[in-house]
């Protein structure tokens, strides 16, 4: 007998490669916000130190 259940003919996979790219896109772009407010708190610090 065969595997119905890991069979979806009516889902296409690009559906979920999509939503990997979207959440993808949203941690790149955290770590970008990240990254520099990061580099604004050194700034800041380096020219605190002066």
Known sequence: MRN???FHPLRP???RRGGRQIREKR???V???FSVLLA???VYIV???L
């Open 4 to 6: 119905i259940s890991a």
């Open 13 to 15: 996979r690009r559906i």
């Open 27 to 29: 941690t790149a772009w």
């Open 31 to 33: 770590l970008i916000v």
């Open 40 to 42: 604004c708190v050194e």
């Open 47 to 49: 020219y605190a130190a």
